[in-house]
Nanobody, 125 residues
Framework: QVQLVESGGGLVQPGGSLRLSCAAS????????MGWFRQAPGKEREFVLG???????LYLDSAKRRFTISRDNAENTVYLQMDRLKPEDTGVYHC???????????????????WGQGTQVTVSS
């Protein structure tokens, strides 16, 4: 069993930055593939970024050059640095774990085995 706890969400003005954290416990973190998804009101959950155990990253096109994913295996934590935020980035951001040691992080939510409760990100002036 894996527990994931996100933190760092909040209200930010357009153009601002936020750093989300996801702390994992219950399994060897370093071998897990991690992903960040978001769900806007009335929309389906969508893949934002993922990072494999080797550090290979995969980005949603709209997140390129604005969002960065990283992991600290010593701290069992994955981070999402979000810069130049836009109102359309608003949503609940979920951390997800795939216990498979995958080179390329999956884009499909159904591939992930564990999920955090999510943290709200609101981008508004």
């Amino acid at each position: 069993q894996v527990q994931l706890v996100e933190s760092g969400g909040g209200l930010v003005q357009p153009g601002g930055s936020l750093r989300l954290s996801c702390a994992a416990s219950g399994r060897t973190f370093s071998s897990m593939t991690m992903g960040w998804f978001r769900q806007a009101p009335g929309k389906e959950r969508e893949f934002v970024l993922g990072i494999g155990s080797s550090g290979f990253t995969l980005y949603l096109d709209s997140a390129k050059r604005r969002f960065t994913i990283s992991r600290d295996n010593a701290e069992n934590t994955v981070y999402l640095q979000m810069d130049r935020l836009k109102p359309e980035d608003t949503g609940v951001y979920h951390c997800a774990a795939d216990v498979g040691d995958m080179l390329v992080p999956p884009r499909s939510a159904s591939e992930y085995d564990y999920w955090g409760q999510g943290t709200q990100v609101t981008v508004s002036s």
